[in-house]
């Protein structure tokens, strides 16, 4: 890899970079769509391809089971297999093995986990997690880490996940789980190095340590001994329910103390304002389903906020989702009232839905980006906030997280609501 | 822009929509070289002419209907719908959209509404209207004397003729299918049920062909207008409603359709959807207890309606079975138009469609006893699916 910072931001943490891999160059910061199981889910390679995308995740604990490393390895790799043709980075597996299976129980040996179509007990080790991702053949992957929660049992939705998650952060078993990540990157390491791959494949590491800043502090600087072997570092352990005004202030704990020579790539994260506050933080990189997943869901994402096309205040709406968005969708001035029409019933909307969901990130990471070689990223950030959220009000954590750095989303909007809690913004019926 | 219902029925002109500019005229020529007699494979070219030049490009038949979803193709991303060259004549069914009231494309505005709203296009795609799914073939409330039972996602609607009209006037399709009285209850139906059926069916069809005011002050019917050959597996009842397309209109009805002297005159072509006329063919055959090939069958019953009408009219059908029955049909009746929905149905089921014809296989054509294939002289390639003609009338 060569990595090279282009342009720093004079008042916050943000910088722009250039990010050489294999397969291309890629900007920072960015935002990377996960196309899970080798796609976009309704998208081909060259539709994502087409809206300027050159940096996509895939799930090794989906490319695993199916097809599988011996398919993977007979189609000459993961980017052959979907025909993706840019940059690639694939996670451990490590997280999947937590979220979706019923039984797992971390060992030092590895992740002991139950095959979810034949139910055989199967193990995930370090060394077998880096095998896997160099049968994939990604541009930038992921040590096995151990996530550090407890085994949950098999939640039926994704609001007790959080709940049961959120209370299992603290306590010794985080710690373990910290000091496991540590011995389990050296030996992913070696495991990347014996196999001469080096060059082509960039192993990132994964700061743990839950929401206890000692333990974090402890892996910071444990990893950063480790640096001349690593090409990155993830920030793990978050986006699993934890208060957002937790969130930002490990967020920036970490960034604050890694090297400013390695990309810094904030896991699990997609909701705009979180971007933008990681990226003021000193983030570099982030990946979410939520674009996505929330675009076949019929939710499409605005400068002006979240726009629900289920609802019926858009059924006659003859006007696209945004005048201003260069996407297949808004460019060919497909209507609401149309996208309302067949939203959630036909698959060819959720792409619709998905092409201009995919371009609202691409576009907030560009502006972003444009912002801060220009020297006027908090003005981006003010101008976002005020437009994004309207008169909602500013969610409290993020009015924290930028005055940290040195931005005042208040100045000139003194009577702005301030919003407890997590401060999302819902489009709602009329 | 929000247009709230009760604005939009004060929108809701249908007058305002239609000008001579945006109207299209639909040719169906046979190429007199290739037609085999009445019943029998035969060459055409189908062409729209549209009056604001967005003339798409000619269709050389037989050839195939994309079939869509709520106004869509399904599955394909739009800028993959403008990538081929293969969608030409697209069947809309137009029940989707009375799941709102007044229904949404006829709030559009502009010279195409229905193509602009759906995101076809105009100088790529013909529309072809009709108000209810050729392919669904499940049981619904029986249609009234004046309405039609369609179904959309809610529910139940009914539509009128006058309805139908209005909408058809507001949405501009290049080609629309007049409404009809197909019953989806059990067959055979009663000689009454069959005699209203015949009795709506002209009386919806004459409705449509209704003259429409345009700009000027000669009336003209600029509609391109299908209709569904009704009758279901009665042949008298099929033979009837043919001979009343051709005979004179008198009085009233004279009045009301003129300058229509028959209601043959104001129809462009002929439909049949296979999915009531199948379920009504196995309902007798099962009655009978004697196994029924249905191709057959179907093939003698469009004989009955085809044969007292000009043999140079476009003859469509939806939802044939297989390819073999669309080679049967092209073969034996002389079919112009077939729907796609059988192989856009395997690809949402992940089959993909892997034969090809005509048969190149050695292996295969030594056992075939068909003559080979009639090669066409400009030797073109046919837009659409590559249907070639065989000769296998010895």
Redesign the interface.
């Known amino acids: 890899m060569q990595f090279e910072v282009l342009a720093k931001c004079p008042t916050t943490q943000a910088r722009v970079s250039r990010m050489k891999l294999a397969h291309g160059v890629t900007l920072l910061p960015t935002f990377m769509p996960v196309a899970t199981q080798a796609a976009i889910k ?3 390679p060259q ?1 994502v391809e ?1 809206l300027g995308i050159n940096l996509i995740l895939n799930n090794t604990y989906h490319l695993n089971l199916r097809p599988g490393i011996q398919v993977l390895k007979e189609a000459g790799g993961a980017h052959k297999f979907q025909g993706w043709k840019h940059n690639l980075l694939t996670d451990s597996g490590g997280f999947q093995l937590v979220s979706l299976n019923k039984f797992t129980k971390i060992t030092e040996e590895g992740a002991l986990f139950e095959s979810p179509f034949d139910g055989k007990p199967t193990m995930l080790t370090p060394e077998e997690s880096i095998s896997i991702q160099h049968a994939i053949g990604a541009d930038i992957i992921m040590q096995l880490d151990d996530v550090g929660r407890a085994i949950p049992a098999f939640l039926p939705d994704l609001d007790s996940l959080w709940k049961a998650v959120s209370s299992l952060t603290v306590g010794p078993r985080v710690g373990e789980a910290m000091w496991r990540t540590i011995r389990w990157l050296d030996r992913c390491i070696e495991a990347h190095e014996k196999s001469c791959r080096t060059d082509i494949q960039n192993l990132f590491a994964i700061v743990q340590g839950g929401l206890d800043p000692q333990l974090r502090d402890q892996c910071l600087d444990e990893m950063i001994r480790r640096k001349d072997r690593i090409a990155g570092y993830a920030i793990g352990g978050l986006s699993g329910g934890e208060a957002k005004d937790v969130f930002w202030r490990i967020i920036k704990q970490c960034a604050d103390k890694l090297p400013s020579d390695r990309p810094r790539y904030s896991m699990g994260i997609g909701f705009a304002e979180d971007l933008l506050v990681c990226v003021a933080l000193g983030v570099d990189m982030a990946d979410c389903v939520f674009p996505t997943r929330t675009a076949r869901f019929g939710v499409a994402l605005t400068f002006s906020g979240p726009v629900n096309l289920r609802l019926s ?7 696209p989702i945004d005048e201003t968005c260069p996407c ?2 808004c460019a ?1 001035r ?2 609401r ?2 996208l309302h ?2 939203v959630t ?5 959720a ?2 839905i998905t ?1 201009h969901n995919l371009v609202f990130q691409a576009r907030l990471m560009g502006q972003a980006r444009d912002a801060i070689i220009n020297g006027t990223f908090p003005d981006y950030l003010r101008s976002f906030f005020a437009t994004y959220f309207g008169n909602n009000g500013y969610p409290e954590w993020c009015v924290n997280a930028l005055r940290s750095v040195g931005v005042d989303l208040l100045e000139g909007r003194p009577d702005v609501k301030i919003l407890p809690g997590d401060g999302a913004k819902w489009d709602r019926a009329a | 822009m929000v247009v709230h219902w009760y604005e939009a029925s004060m929108l809701f002109n249908p007058l305002r929509r239609l000008s001579r500019a945006s109207m299209s005229v639909l040719s169906f020529a046979l190429d007199e070289s290739f037609t085999s007699g009445q019943f029998g494979p035969r060459l055409g070219k189908l062409d729209l002419h549209r009056a604001d030049g967005s003339s798409p490009p000619s269709i050389r038949t037989p050839a195939l209907i994309t079939a869509t979803s709520r106004g869509i193709v399904p599955h394909l991303s739009q800028d993959h719908v403008a990538l081929t060259k293969s969608i030409g004549w697209t069947q809309i069914h137009f029940e989707s959209f009375l799941e709102q009231s007044p229904p949404v494309p006829t709030l559009q505005g502009g010279p195409h509404p229905l193509h602009t709203f759906l995101h076809h296009r105009p100088d790529q795609q013909i529309i072809a209207l009709s108000v209810r799914d050729p392919h669904d073939g499940r049981e619904i409330t029986a249609n009234g004397k004046d309405f039609v039972s369609v179904r959309c996602v809610r529910g139940v609607r009914k539509m009128t003729p006058t309805a139908w009209r209005s909408y058809v006037l507001s949405c501009n399709p290049d080609v629309v299918t007049a409404l009809s009285d197909i019953p989806f209850t059990n067959s055979p139906q009663s000689q009454k049920r069959t005699i209203k059926t015949l009795e709506r069916s002209t009386a919806w069809l004459a409705d449509l062909l209704r003259p429409i005011d345009l700009d000027s002050t000669t009336s003209t019917h600029p509609l391109n207008v299908l209709v569904h050959m009704v009758g279901g597996t009665e042949d008298r009842a099929r033979k009837a409603f043919s001979e009343t397309l051709l005979e004179k209109l008198q009085g009233k009805e004279m009045e009301v359709a003129s300058p229509l002297t028959t209601l043959d005159e104001g129809l462009r072509g002929y439909v049949f959807d296979l999915v009531p006329l199948r379920a009504s063919i196995l309902q007798e055959a099962k009655g009978n207890g004697t196994p029924e090939d249905t191709t057959a069958r179907i093939q003698a019953l469009m004989d009955v309606s085809l044969r007292p009408l000009p043999t140079s009219k476009l003859r469509v059908v939806h939802s044939a079975a297989s390819p073999h029955e669309i080679l049967r049909l092209i073969r034996d009746v002389g079919v112009d138009l077939f729907d796609a929905r059988w192989a856009q149905h395997a690809a949402t089921l992940g089959v993909a469609l892997d034969f090809s014809f005509p048969v190149r296989d050695p292996a295969l054509l030594q056992h075939s006893t068909c003559n080979g294939p009639i090669v066409d002289p400009d030797g073109e390639a046919r837009a659409g699916a590559q249907l070639v003609l065989f000769d296998l009338r010895t």
Do not use: I, R, V
């Open positions: 309704g998208l081909t539709q087409a205040k858009h059924q006659a709406d003859m006007a297949p969708t060919s497909t209507s009232a149309f029409h067949n019933l036909e698959t060819a909307t792409h619709a092409q």
